[in-house]
């Protein structure tokens, strides 16, 4: 199974800060990976698909980025609504893989 | 709008069964993919299964193969998932997913509790 290494697993910023969240694979998943974001008891939500595309309707201060098998998401100008949970998943090959997750929350 | 709206779910003592359904609507159900992820209280999201747009071709994550199966009606737009001899590793909120790849519509999830 490829591994998923999500880091780090938790993190506090202020409002109109920048984050940037990270996963690396364990091996190479071609930018098959996408990025959710859950907000305390609801479903996930996708933000970012392969690895840099912003799904429809998601802010533009949300990115993704890639550098070899390490994927990265950016959130500039943080707003309160932000505070989650993030996590990457791999669609590269079964069985699809998710990071532990980054709990995001204001300061 | 692409709603998925899941039913069933519960209490259920360890060894049993247990099935629930998704209710699709807002898209063209016979055309996607499908997937179940679960979550357990306070832990990471796990991909469980997936079913291709026809049911031809399943998928499972090997600690339900043989005891999970997933199911499509499209004439009905309903997902279903039977999962038999369950075990307390099991409990978890099971969300139904839109599968493009991604997981790009999920709903709002079912609880099911396994427990004597």
């Known amino acids: 199974d490829i591994q998923m290494t999500q880091s780090p697993a938790s993190l506090s910023a202020s409002l109109g800060e920048t984050v940037t969240i990270e996963c690396l694979a364990s091996e190479d998943i071609y930018s098959n990976l996408a990025w959710y974001q859950q907000k305390p008891g609801k479903s996930p939500q996708l933000l970012i698909y392969?690895?840099?595309s912003l799904q429809d309707g998601v802010p533009s201060r949300f990115s993704g980025s890639e550098s070899g098998t390490q994927y990265s998401l950016e959130i500039n100008s943080l707003q309160s609504e932000d505070a989650a949970t993030y996590f990457c998943?791999?669609?590269?090959?079964?069985?699809?893989?998710f990071g532990g997750g980054t709990k995001l929350e204001l300061k | 709008e692409v709603q998925l709206v899941e039913s069933g779910g519960g209490l259920v003592q360890p060894g049993r069964s247990m099935k629930f359904s998704c209710a699709a609507s807002?898209?063209?159900?016979?055309?996607?993919?499908m997937a179940w992820v679960r979550q357990a209280p306070t832990k990471g999201l796990e991909w469980v299964a997936t079913i291709s747009y026809d049911g031809s071709s399943t998928y499972y994550r090997d600690s339900v193969k043989g005891r999970f199966t997933m199911s499509r009606d499209n004439a009905k737009s309903t997902l279903y998932l039977q999962m038999n001899s369950l075990r307390s590793e099991d409990t978890a909120t099971y969300y139904c997913t839109r599968e493009v790849g991604v997981l790009d519509y999920w709903g709002q999830g079912v609880m099911v509790t396994v427990s004597s």
């Open positions: 998943q791999q669609h590269h090959d079964y069985p699809w893989t």
């Open positions: 807002g898209f063209t159900f016979s055309n996607y993919g």
């Open positions: 392969d690895a840099t």
